[in-house]
Nanobody, 114 residues
Framework: QVHFVESGGGLVQPGGSLRLSCAAS????????MAWYRQAPGKQRELVAS???????NYADLVKDRFALSRDTAKNTVYLKMNSLKPEDTAVYYC????????WGQGTQVTVSS
């Protein structure tokens, strides 16, 4: 079965940075692209960034030039480097495949506040 474990979230001040990690098991990176999603209170889950199996990266407009997605195939892990964080980035962050084909993990909470 496919399983995702997200980590690296926490409380950070506006303008600060965090690096999220997602350890994946039960999937092959050469078959599936990976993506980060987030869900804020009262809002629907939204796509933040994605990387295809061919290493093509795309970002949502709201995070472009601030976030950077990468992956390490040997470690079976994807990352999301988050810079210049804003209060509106506050959400639970999840990883999954592109198109969210698998069960969701528990996510990691990111709170941006002074």
């Amino acid at each position: 079965q496919v399983h995702f474990v997200e980590s690296g979230g926490g409380l950070v001040q506006p303008g600060g940075s965090l690096r999220l990690s997602c350890a994946a098991s039960g999937i092959s990176f050469n078959l599936y692209g990976m993506a980060w999603y987030r869900q804020a209170p009262g809002k629907q889950r939204e796509l933040v960034a994605s990387i295809t199996s061919g290493d093509i990266v795309n970002y949502a407009d709201l995070v472009k030039d601030r976030f950077a997605l990468s992956r390490d195939t040997a470690k079976n892990t994807v990352y999301l480097k988050m810079n210049s964080l804003k209060p509106e980035d506050t959400a639970v962050y999840y990883c999954n495949s592109i198109l969210a084909l698998f069960a969701w993990g528990q996510g990691t909470q990111v709170t941006v506040s002074s």
